[in-house]
């Protein structure tokens, strides 16, 4: 571990200012931070500690869920409000890590999570993103867990939460706080594919901190499922997990939301495989047809074209499996 200096600050706006003097990174939870320092895959020499800066878990009046940023996985998917009215954000983070994980994680670090590949944690090997125009010695390496849509010849790597698939399907919003002042995106815009700047995995701007996460009201999102295909039962990361909510009245799908882990750089959100979905009859040959839509693009490296077939039939169980379940009434 190399020496770095600890600060601590009482509110956002000071916690950004004193990041951007120092040329900091923010410290919370330290789940995924911590390990890179450690391996020396991460070498700040200032860290701000911003955990106890936003811990809310609020429902707003019109039924916006606000999750702050420094509220822990575990708070998050025990609240009991997100349990009744967003169960796939509950399910999607009890699928993932282990419990005293979930205890330290937060909402903002969980966002942000580095790269799933091996290459990007040994310091030894060629990566693009942690030293730009090294190379990537995944692409001839082993590619079994890595990404079969929106890659590129500079990173394979995959996106490693499991939150961040519920969040992009249930149409999230990062709301930030940088020394121009805060902003909100939508969260399937914050993280990039590699394209030729693989070092660029946010479109964050220097030294922004998240403040929150916000989930706008969906009382038809309680029927949903998050099914996550993993290499075994517990604590390992996704070779493929889907977040689907399906809104179906009198056999016709009315709404749809779909989204893919373990896939691609980013979550990925099938928003074609919704507009095949939506206003359609239930079938199995609609469900089949929205998969393929859903993977159509996929290229598969050289050891994990089964991710596709993989993908695919996900897909489709997890869409069945809604389309089985009694409709909630609102």
Same mark, same amino acid.
């Given at each position: 571990?190399?020496?770095?200096?600890?600060?601590?600050?009482?509110?956002?706006?000071?916690?950004?200012?004193?990041?951007?003097?120092?040329?900091?990174?923010?410290?919370?939870?330290?789940?995924?931070?911590?390990?890179?320092?450690?391996?020396?895959?991460?070498?700040?020499?200032?860290?701000?500690?911003?955990?106890? $800066?936003? /811990?809310?878990?609020?429902? *707003? +009046?019109?039924?916006?869920?606000? =999750?702050?940023?420094?509220?822990?996985? #575990? @708070? &998050?998917?025990?609240?009991?409000?997100?349990?009744?009215?967003?169960?796939?954000?509950?399910?999607?983070?009890?699928?993932?890590?282990?419990?005293?994980?979930?205890?330290?994680?937060?909402?903002?670090?969980?966002?942000?999570?580095?790269?799933?590949?091996?290459?990007?944690?040994?310091?030894?090997?060629?990566?693009?993103?942690?030293?730009?125009?090294?190379?990537?010695?995944?692409?001839?390496?082993?590619?079994?867990?890595?990404?079969?849509?929106?890659?590129?010849?500079?990173?394979?790597?995959?996106?490693?939460?499991?939150?961040?698939?519920?969040?992009?399907?249930?149409?999230?919003?990062?709301?930030?706080?940088?020394?121009?002042?805060?902003?909100?995106?939508?969260?399937?815009? $914050?993280? /990039?594919?590699?394209?030729? *700047? +693989?070092?660029?995995?946010?479109? =964050?701007?220097?030294?922004?901190?998240? #403040? @929150? &996460?916000?989930?706008?009201?969906?009382?038809?999102?309680?029927?949903?499922?998050?099914?996550?295909?993993?290499?075994?039962?517990?604590?390992?990361?996704?070779?493929?997990?889907?977040?689907?909510?399906?809104?179906?009245?009198?056999?016709?799908?009315?709404?749809?939301?779909?989204?893919?882990?373990?896939?691609?750089?980013?979550?990925?959100?099938?928003?074609?495989?919704?507009?095949?979905?939506?206003?359609?009859?239930?079938?199995?040959?609609?469900?089949?047809?929205?998969?393929?839509?859903?993977?159509?693009?996929?290229?598969?490296?050289?050891?994990?074209?089964?991710?596709?077939?993989?993908?695919?039939?996900?897909?489709?169980?997890?869409?069945?499996?809604?389309?089985?379940?009694?409709?909630?009434?609102?």
């Amino acid at each position: 571990m190399r020496p770095f200096t600890y600060l601590r600050s009482d509110d956002v706006a000071a916690a950004v200012e004193l990041a951007a003097g120092a040329g900091a990174r923010y410290l919370a939870g330290g789940t995924n931070l911590v390990d890179l320092m450690r391996q020396g895959v991460e070498t700040p020499e200032v860290l701000v500690d911003v955990r106890s $800066l936003t /811990r809310q878990i609020e429902v *707003e +009046p019109d039924g916006t869920l606000v =999750l702050g940023a420094g509220a822990t996985n #575990t @708070a &998050v998917a025990e609240h009991p409000r997100v349990r009744a009215d967003f169960p796939l954000i509950s399910r999607a983070i009890l699928n993932g890590a282990t419990g005293q994980i979930r205890n330290m994680a937060t909402v903002g670090g969980n966002v942000l999570q580095r790269p799933r590949c091996l290459y990007f944690y040994d310091t030894a090997s060629r990566c693009n993103r942690r030293e730009p125009g090294a190379g990537c010695d995944a692409l001839d390496g082993g590619t079994h867990n890595h990404a079969v849509l929106g890659h590129s010849p500079h990173c394979v790597a995959t996106h490693p939460s499991d939150l961040c698939v519920a969040l992009a399907a249930l149409d999230a919003r990062v709301h930030l706080h940088g020394p121009g002042g805060p902003r909100v995106v939508d969260l399937t815009d $914050l993280h /990039r594919l590699p394209g030729d *700047e +693989p070092a660029r995995e946010t479109n =964050l701007e220097p030294y922004e901190l998240i #403040t @929150a &996460v916000s989930v706008p009201p969906a009382p038809w999102g309680r029927r949903c499922v998050y099914r996550k295909v993993r290499e075994r039962a517990s604590y390992a990361f996704a070779l493929v997990s889907v977040a689907a909510v399906l809104d179906v009245d009198r056999g016709v799908v009315r709404r749809s939301r779909l989204a893919l882990g373990g896939v691609a750089a980013k979550p990925w959100r099938a928003r074609e495989a919704e507009r095949v979905l939506d206003g359609q009859p239930v079938s199995p040959e609609l469900f089949e047809e929205a998969a393929r839509t859903a993977l159509r693009n996929a290229v598969p490296l050289r050891d994990n074209a089964y991710k596709i077939p993989l993908a695919t039939r996900s897909v489709v169980a997890a869409l069945t499996q809604l389309a089985e379940e009694p409709q909630e009434a609102p």
